[in-house]
T-cell receptor
Framework: ETGVTQSPTHLIKTRGQQVTLRCSSQ?????VSWYQQALGQGPQFIFQ???????GRGNFPPRFSGLQFPNYSSELNVNALELDDSALYLC??????????FGPGTRLTVL | GEDVEQSLFLSVREGDSSVINCTYT??????LYWYKQEPGAGLQLLTY?????DMKQDQRLTVLLNKKDKHLSLRIADTQTGDSAIYFC????????????FGSGTRLQVQP
C-alpha cells in the first residue's frame, strides 16, 4: 500500500463533457503529479504541483488543469472531453524527493 | 525516437532468472526507476538507482546501469508466478521537476 488513493475507480463520460478526478496523498506529501496511461502504453506526464503551485507540465493542452489543496488532496480536471482522453489516470505523490508513490488510478472511458 | 525504450515481452520459467532491459536517450537523466504494474492496478515502485551508481541489489532484484551505453537492466532472481506483470523503466532529471518519463513497458510472463 502506498497510502495514495484515487476516486472514482471507473468513470464513463461522453464527448464534450467535463470531468474531475481526485487524489488523496499521504500526510506530508507536498508534491503530486498526474499521469495519463493509454491502453498498452507507459504513463505520460501531465503536470506536477508542489505546495499548491504548478511546478511543471507535459505536452497536454490547457483543457487539462489541476489543483492541489493544503490537506494533501488534489484534482485533475479535463474539459471538452475527447475520445482519445480515454485512459487510466494516475496520480503520484512524494515529499520533494525523487521517489513518487502511485495511486491505483481512475479508468476514464469517453464515449 | 522514444526517450525510453523497452522490449515488449519476456517469457521465463518459474525459478529461472528474468532480465528486463531498457535504454534511454537523455544523458542528463539522474534517477532511473523500475515500476511494476499488475492487471488493473497502479504502479508499484520496485527500486531505483542514481546515475552515479553502477549496480544496486535489493533481495531478488538487481539493477545494473551502464551510463556510457545508456542501458539499464532489471534482473529478477528465482522468478515466481507472482512476478508476472508489466515492468516499466522510467527516468527523471534533477531539474527540480520530478517528471518521470516512462518506457512502454515489458510484459513478463512466468510459466509454471
Amino acid at each position: 500500500e502506498t497510502g495514495v488513493t484515487q476516486s472514482p475507480t471507473h468513470l464513463i463520460k461522453t464527448r464534450g463533457q467535463q470531468v474531475t478526478l481526485r487524489c488523496s496523498s499521504q500526510s506530508g506529501h507536498n508534491t503530486v503529479s498526474w499521469y495519463q496511461q493509454a491502453l498498452g502504453q507507459g504513463p505520460q506526464f501531465i503536470f506536477q504541483y508542489y505546495r499548491e503551485e504548478e511546478n511543471g507540465r507535459g505536452n497536454f493542452p490547457p483543457r487539462f488543469s489541476g489543483l492541489q489543496f493544503p490537506n494533501y488532496s488534489s484534482e485533475l480536471n479535463v474539459n471538452a472531453l475527447e475520445l482519445d482522453d480515454s485512459a487510466l489516470y494516475l496520480c503520484a505523490s512524494g515529499i520533494s524527493t525523487d521517489t513518487q508513490y502511485f495511486g491505483p488510478g481512475t479508468r476514464l472511458t469517453v464515449l | 525516437g522514444e526517450d525510453v525504450e523497452q522490449s515488449l515481452f519476456l517469457s521465463v520459467r518459474e525459478g529461472d532468472s528474468s532480465v528486463i532491459n531498457c535504454t534511454y536517450t537523455d544523458s542528463s537523466s539522474t534517477y532511473l526507476y523500475w515500476y511494476k504494474q499488475e492487471p488493473g492496478a497502479g504502479l508499484q515502485l520496485l527500486t531505483y538507482i542514481f546515475s552515479n551508481m553502477d549496480m544496486k541489489q535489493d533481495q531478488r532484484l538487481t539493477v545494473l546501469l551502464n551510463k556510457k551505453d545508456k542501458h539499464l537492466s532489471l534482473r529478477i532472481a528465482d522468478t515466481q508466478t507472482g512476478d508476472s506483470a508489466i515492468y516499466f523503466c522510467a527516468e527523471s532529471k534533477d531539474t527540480g521537476r520530478r517528471a518521470l518519463t516512462f518506457g512502454s513497458g515489458t510484459r513478463l510472463q512466468v510459466q509454471p
